[in-house]
């Protein structure tokens, strides 16, 4: 199981077991997507604000701009599909999850924060893993439809409204 090291700063608030919610996501996308519960992987994972998510796109994707989440892999696709199941622990990469963007599309969406929050998770999780959206629609397909059904083990409604999951 992906190993998560989390860390909670303000904004976000206390009311909810932000580490429980984040472990819950990982589980839940780690199930569809083996590549992520590899035993000696570790994610880091900061929620944190606005301000500190609009410094961190500045800085490494050039964009000057808060996100709702920035995800920084560590390893190549290739390597992580070719990961040994012996050795030392590996790096899958950092997320940062903004609070007043997270919490205003929550609000915009009428949907609960850790709702939003935990979509948001297992969404970086994949782009950690090499997933991307933008690559292509059939991509994009590939990643939402990953995303809806590990939401759905959690009892979580489909973000995106607009896929048949019946298949």
Known sequence: ????????????????????????????????????????????????????????????????????????????????????????????GDLALAYETCAREAAEKAIPLDHHATHLIIHGLLHLAGHDHEISAQDARVMEELEIKALAQLGIADPYGDHDTQN
């Open 1 to 92: 199981m992906l190993t998560l090291e989390i860390d909670i700063e303000a904004p976000w608030p206390d009311h909810t077991d932000w580490d429980a919610l984040a472990t819950r996501a990982a589980t839940a996308i780690g199930a569809l997507a083996p590549e992520i519960a590899h035993p000696r992987l570790c994610a880091s994972l900061l929620f944190t604000s606005d301000e500190e998510v609009h410094t961190l796109n500045r800085e490494w994707r050039d964009k000057d701009k808060p996100t709702n989440v920035l995800s920084f892999p560590m390893l190549e696709r290739a390597e992580l599909l070719d990961l040994d199941a012996d050795g030392p622990p590996e790096m899958l």
